[in-house]
């Protein structure tokens, strides 16, 4: 059974930092694009960033350039996101994701083409 689970989320002070992972099982994705997501309570679910399959390319939302890296350790099957920084916009449901879809362009932001997801770990932020 595949799966994902994040870990990390919490209650931190504007900002602050935390360190979000993601810890894959059911098989390697060692091969797969990853990524995080993040929605807010009424409002549609966002990007935030993404890792290619080595690493090599990255991409981040604008809104978090600057404050936000994501990594991978494809040994482990693991993905993070230290968020630096942190504004009082950024509270969410926070979720990791993963694909191997092609992609091109702006579909590399686009939640439909991830196959598997986490079941989301909440960030709060306190004024």
């Known amino acids: 059974q595949v799966q994902l689970v994040e870990s990390g989320g919490g209650l931190v002070q504007a900002g602050g930092s935390l360190r979000l992972s993601c810890a894959a099982s059911g098989r390697s994705f060692s091969s797969d694009y990853m990524g995080w997501f993040r929605q807010a309570p009424g409002k549609e679910r966002e990007f935030v960033a993404r890792?290619?399959?080595?690493?090599?390319?990255?991409y981040y939302a604008d809104s978090v350039k600057g404050r936000f890296t994501i990594s991978r350790d494809s040994a482990k099957n693991t993905v993070s996101l230290q968020m630096n920084s942190l504004k009082p916009e950024d509270p969410a449901v926070y979720y990791c994701a993963a694909g191997s879809k092609f992609t091109i362009g702006t579909m590399r932001f686009d939640p439909g083409v991830y196959d598997y997801w986490g079941q989301g770990t909440q960030v709060t932020i306190s004024s």
């Open positions: 890792i290619n399959w080595n690493s090599h390319y990255t």
